[in-house]
């Protein structure tokens, strides 16, 4: 039983890129590739091997041949050309950019074969060929139909995954069941996975106590962590989100942010281990770049710091030409921010104050994400814009979307991820096109490098935090995925469960490649039940007694 | 006029007001920042090419005017649309009504029925300890925030003690069917059922005990009295019929409460019914769905007002309508 925060506005894996979606359909689907849970590698799935030509043009993929749908149907090259041609570059948010620009077509010389021909280099190719980007899903199902509408994107999915589609009673839970035909031997160990969908954070939790629930794999608060790794009977695990990112983005069209000095200024004046020490109770990695420590062959750690030093950051406003004016104000700017957690807001009023103190008066503004949304990127109306848990991964291309100069769409403004610092770098843009191009991984990690020292030189975005994604789950759940790139993220294949005689017997209680961190002991454990039930207990005292008192007076005011 | 006649009129009378809530609601729906597409891509990179072909596909590259008028059609010709994501509206809908009503039944039941006893029997003892008690505890019941409550309760009777369920509507784990089920529900629907009781029962509460006060101080209940009738028979024979026309009007009224209560509580609770639908619905702006919801509201509404008046002639025989 798993626990899920909302229900899936669709099981069609190929055209959304969103958690609850490919958590359920994770199952259901399969891709061409799968992630190693901590190197973020692609392994191998569908596609059992794969060849490129030297010049990167040509791909070849070798598909695993004993794999049926679940209606019966044989799987063959012909799925995987349907799906790359005429589904994926048309209908998944980033399906136009990273397919439908860079494949030219999917030959198929055999039935187990399928060949990709490529516009040009586009190295990237085989990162983005996971389930988050490229699930595979059935021709004889969906050719000559509307594939957004498709009745089966909602009922009776039909994939080639681990678990076949049981039951969805919507907004109660979804029921998958093992798929006995299922082509990788001996898989999947679960009989039954149900996800049950419960919206609010803390009930959620309260379900895992309960025993409703064995396993939430995102999504817990972090003030709930603490408390609960010492709970009897439960483990959690805790690794930095895939990629995703907490960064403040400059708007460089405002004149006092486009000054660099300024924007290094702001650096040096935010405390970033103070943020993640009390807002995220040290369960969160300090941001050092545009990339995420965990895409570790293009992460680089040597890029120019900006220590928290507020004498310094004094200093650069000075000679930015920005001195303190009586009251101890040098300028003001509007931070804007998409409300998606608590934590996320708590953190920009840290923020807020943190330039309060160096004399900037910020002013706060926290939006509902559609209106921020709106107000960021639809009418670019912001000084400084927070955007709280930003991928930059699997493939550093992937920040492209953010820094290269032919994304910036001021005239013809798009909702979602756009170049909204108007950052323009000719440098930075030739980088980003190289390295979409080099198939040579040492010479592609040293180009990514290159960006990242740029990048943070200039400082369009200042990255604070690199996202945690904390699971917890009872202690006789073994298997769990639990990298970087587990959670929402990994299929159920290799989960089972241990009974009471089976402990006895294996003796595994610890899978032996997971990372267990355990929460800073600095904060003390908010205990919720005594923390809620002892004010309500003394408020219902407290009137019961004011009310009996003048009762009491007004009788014997009446009584004289 | 007769009765069947004053019903007639009042329906006819409902159409246009049903009609202008759409357009209303309409209005209001896409004046709201965000749509559909919106949500899908917020806080991911997207290609403005994927952009322009989803807002083709759900008809929202059309003028307002354009879509306002389709879709009025389409409601005209009794077709509530797709969901944005591809179920029909109808349908939706309708597989959660039976949720909704039994926990908007539940919690209708616990309120007025313990909130007239209660009521009554804090009138009949006025200024006692037991007045006194029941008056501080509806104060603090009504004051006391539904998602909060939510949550103690929870904490309480699920987490701590054990004795109730405090997620979804049925043990999943179980295969239980007929009547097996049926008292799992029940059993699931106890928790939200109070939580969203409480704030109508400690209305109810007050409210009878003030109606009750007024009536006791009547003639004719001192008539009774005299006839030498019981406390039991003068309060619920005699006072309670004329003390329950506010009550009547005021359940009438909180029907409506009680549907947005309904999407507090069964979002704490995890209960699939109406209240959940219209959260999901507002945070991913379907549309369709956000439309169909507040056109069931306002029908819901319509229909209690009517019924309220249908009972106040009813239960008090002087009113007669449209005279």
Redesign the interface.
């Known amino acids: 039983m798993v626990g899920l925060s909302q229900d899936p506005s669709t099981l069609n894996p190929a055209i959304t890129s969103m958690f609850a979606e490919h958590q359920v359909a994770g199952q259901i689907f399969n891709a061409m590739m799968e992630y190693e849970c901590f190197t973020i590698v692609p392994v191998p799935e569908l596609a059992q091997s794969w060849q490129a030509s030297p010049d990167g043009l040509t791909y070849t993929f070798n598909l695993v041949r004993n794999a049926t749908w679940h209606d019966g149907v044989k799987f063959t090259s012909a799925d995987i050309k349907f799906t790359f041609e005429e589904v994926l570059p048309k209908y998944h948010p980033r399906g136009p950019g990273t397919f439908g620009a860079n494949i030219k077509s999917v030959e198929t010389p055999d039935e187990y074969t399928a060949v990709f021909k490529l516009k040009g280099s586009f190295a990237p190719l085989i990162s983005m060929m996971g389930l988050w980007y490229a699930g595979v899903i059935p021709k004889h199902i969906y050719e000559g139909t509307d594939i957004v509408k498709n009745p089966r994107n909602m009922d009776n999915p039909i994939g080639t995954g681990p678990f076949l589609f049981k039951e969805w009673v919507r907004g109660s839970h979804i029921r998958l069941v093992r798929n006995p035909n299922y082509w990788m031997k001996d898989r999947p160990y679960l009989d039954e996975v149900i996800f049950r969908i419960i919206p609010d954070d803390l009930q959620r939790v309260r379900a895992l106590e309960t025993g409703d629930v064995d396993y939430i794999p995102m999504m817990v608060p972090y003030s709930e962590i603490s408390r609960l790794a010492k709970k009897p009977g439960l483990k959690y695990v805790n690794h930095a989100a895939f990629g995703a990112m907490y960064q403040l983005q400059f708007n460089l069209l405002n004149p006092i942010l486009s000054k660099v000095k300024v924007r290094h200024g702001i650096a040096h004046a935010i405390d970033k281990k103070f943020i993640v020490d009390t807002v995220t109770f040290g369960l969160e990695n300090i941001a050092t770049g545009p990339l995420c420590s965990t895409i570790g062959w293009a992460y680089n750690p040597d890029v120019p710091k900006y220590e928290f030093d507020k004498k310094r950051a004094e200093a650069l406003f000075d000679e930015a030409g920005y001195p303190k004016k009586e009251g101890g104000t040098r300028f003001s700017i509007r931070i804007v921010i998409p409300r998606w957690t608590t934590d996320d807001v708590r953190a920009a009023e840290v923020i807020r104050d943190q330039l309060k103190d160096v004399g900037i008066d910020a002013q706060l503004i926290v939006l509902e994400s559609a209106v921020d949304n709106e107000q960021t990127y639809m009418k670019h109306d912001f000084d400084i814009h927070i955007e709280p848990r930003l991928s930059t991964g699997p493939d550093p291309n992937q920040i492209r979307y953010l820094y290269h100069s032919e994304n910036i769409r001021l005239k013809n403004p798009t909702p979602g991820m756009w170049n909204i610092p108007i950052y323009n770098n000719s440098r930075v843009d030739q980088l980003f096109d190289q390295g979409a191009r080099e198939t040579d991984m040492t010479k592609r990690a040293a180009i990514y490098k290159e960006l990242q020292r740029i990048i943070v030189g200039d400082l369009p975005v200042l990255t604070i935090k690199e996202l945690s994604n904390p699971h917890i789950f009872k202690e006789n759940v073994v298997g769990v995925p639990a990298g970087p790139y587990g959670g929402a993220r990994e299929r159920l294949h290799k989960v089972w469960l241990m009974t009471a005689s089976a402990t006895t017997t294996v003796g595994v209680t610890t899978p032996t490649t997971v990372r267990v961190t355990t929460p800073t002991t600095t904060v003390a454990a908010p205990d919720t039940f005594s923390q809620t039930i002892v004010p309500v207990v003394a408020v219902i005292v407290i009137i019961a007694a004011v009310w009996l008192i003048y009762k009491k007076r007004e009788r014997q005011s009446s009584a004289k | 006029m007769g009765l069947l006649a004053y019903i007639a009129k009042r329906i006819l009378l409902a159409v246009p007001v049903v009609l202008a809530a759409i357009v209303v609601n309409f209005l209001i729906i896409h004046s709201?920042?965000?749509?559909p597409?919106?949500?899908?891509?917020?806080?991911?990179?997207?290609?403005?090419?994927?952009?322009a072909?989803?807002r083709k596909?759900f008809g929202l590259d059309r003028p307002l005017h354009e879509q306002l008028l389709a879709y009025m059609i389409q409601v005209l010709q009794g077709n509530l649309g797709?969901s944005?994501?591809?179920?029909p509206v109808l349908e939706?809908v309708w597989?959660?009504v039976p949720l909704t009503l039994l926990l908007m039944g539940m919690a209708l039941a616990i309120a007025v029925i313990l909130g007239i006893l209660l009521g009554t029997l804090s009138a009949s003892r006025v200024?006692s300890v037991a007045d006194?008690?029941v008056?501080?505890?509806s104060?603090?019941g009504y004051s006391v925030p539904v998602f909060?409550l939510a949550?103690?309760l929870?904490?309480?009777f699920?987490?701590?003690l054990?004795w109730l369920?405090?997620?979804?509507?049925?043990s999943?784990?179980a295969d239980l069917t007929g009547l097996a089920h049926l008292i799992d529900v029940l059993n699931h629907a106890l928790l939200p059922a109070m939580a969203l009781a409480l704030n109508q029962l400690a209305l109810v509460v007050r409210l009878t005990r003030s109606s009750m006060m007024n009536v006791l101080t009547e003639n004719y209940i001192i008539t009774a009295r005299s006839k030498g009738l019981g406390d039991r028979s003068v309060l619920f024979g005699h006072a309670l019929k004329n003390a329950s026309l506010p009550i009547v009007t005021f359940t009438g009224v909180q029907l409506g409460y009680l549907l947005t209560g309904a999407v507090l509580t069964?979002?704490?609770?995890?209960?699939?019914?109406l209240g959940?639908?219209l959260?999901?619905a507002l945070?991913?702006?379907d549309y369709p769905v956000l439309l169909s919801m507040f056109l069931f509201a306002a029908i819901i509404v319509t229909v209690a007002n009517l019924v309220t008046d249908v009972l106040y002639a009813i239960l008090d025989p002087r009113i007669r309508y449209g005279e």
Do not use: H
């Open positions: 709201v920042p965000g749509d597409i919106v949500m899908i891509v917020a806080g991911y990179e997207t290609d403005p090419e994927y952009v072909l989803m596909e797709r944005t994501f591809g179920k939706l597989e959660r200024n006194t008690v008056t501080s505890l104060v603090t909060w949550q103690i929870v904490l309480v699920a987490v701590q054990g369920p405090g997620y979804g509507y049925s999943l784990k069964e979002t704490v609770f995890a209960w699939p019914g959940r639908l959260y999901d945070l991913w702006r």
